[in-house]
């Protein structure tokens, strides 16, 4: 991997992770995740008139993206209720790495190096030593573990589909922005057959904007770097972003930083390197 397409996918992750985390600790998770991808889509709606439509080669990738990502926010704010934030995230980003590697090499031919296994090895393991952490608390049951398994299926499916689409497209900003307006149409549709309207106030409309915001870049970012990087580590790459998530929690929200914490960042920072040269 190109040292810009690390950069970006580790900026990528620290986004995700910033907009996960303020979204978790809203108090209507749904209602302002709608709010931030019609806020998303209204930025995007006049960019793609200077861009125009990626190539149509790139749209049944983008319909299967729009799909898996439905099924995907369904599933983890689900996963979220019952489990919480710390829980869930880390094994749903490792079930989604877990996922990918074997996909990618069907779908696109791509072979690891041993340096990329091993990279990807040690984040599973970083993301797992996250997941540890939180599973000290009460038992996790069935249904919890039911929609953390259905959110890490989404998360690589829409992941091989975007790396696939953003390849097929030729314009990594033109299928971005598309992308974000068929999100939001799509989460729009299923909020109103799901609870007959979409609710929405002044406070989580405030709550979107810098949310939309970072939710934007942090894809943009990573779909620039699935134009040139190989789509396993890159996506590895990013899920760095469960362990920003703890920095963000120690840093600001005066979290303990405890040994399996501490665990976690060493790994991840282990792997970086190795995953450069995947």
């Known amino acids: 991997m190109d040292v810009w397409h690390v950069v970006a996918a580790l900026v990528s992750a620290a986004l995700h992770a910033g907009w996960n985390a303020a979204l978790k600790a809203q108090a209507r998770p749904a209602e302002v995740m709608t709010s931030q991808m019609l806020i998303g889509a209204a930025v995007a709606a006049p960019v793609m008139l200077w861009t125009g439509l990626p190539a149509q080669s790139s749209w049944v990738w983008l319909a299967g993206s729009t799909i ?11 996963a979220y209720e019952l489990v919480g934030f710390g ?11 877990l996922l990918v590697v074997p996909a990618a090499s069907a779908l696109s031919g791509e072979q690891l190096s041993l340096a990329g296994l091993g990279g990807i090895g040690l984040m599973i393991a970083s993301l797992a030593a ?17 929609w953390i398994a259905l959110a890490g299926v989404g998360t690589a499916a829409y992941v091989l589909c975007d790396a696939q689409g953003v390849r097929a497209a030729g314009a990594p900003l033109a299928y971005g922005v598309l992308a974000a307006i068929c999100n939001a149409v799509a989460m729009t549709a299923m909020q109103r057959a799901r609870f007959g309207g979409w609710r929405v106030s002044r406070e989580s409309l405030g709550a979107a904007v810098p949310i939309a915001l970072a939710s934007m870049a942090s894809y943009l970012l990573i779909l620039w770097v699935w134009t040139g990087a190989p789509i396993a580590p890159a996506a590895a790459l990013r899920d760095t972003s469960a362990v920003f998530a703890i920095l963000i929690a120690v840093i600001w929200l005066k979290e303990p930083f405890t040994p399996f914490r501490l665990g976690a960042v060493a790994l991840s920072a282990a792997a970086v390197p190795l995953l450069r040269f995947a």
């Open 130 to 146: 996250l997941a540890a952490d939180h599973a000290r608390g009460p038992a996790v049951g069935r249904q919890a573990l039911g």
């Open 68 to 78: 898996c990502n439905m099924v995907t926010v369904v599933a983890l704010l689900r």
């Open 87 to 97: 829980m869930a995230y880390p094994v749903i980003r490792a079930l989604a790495v």
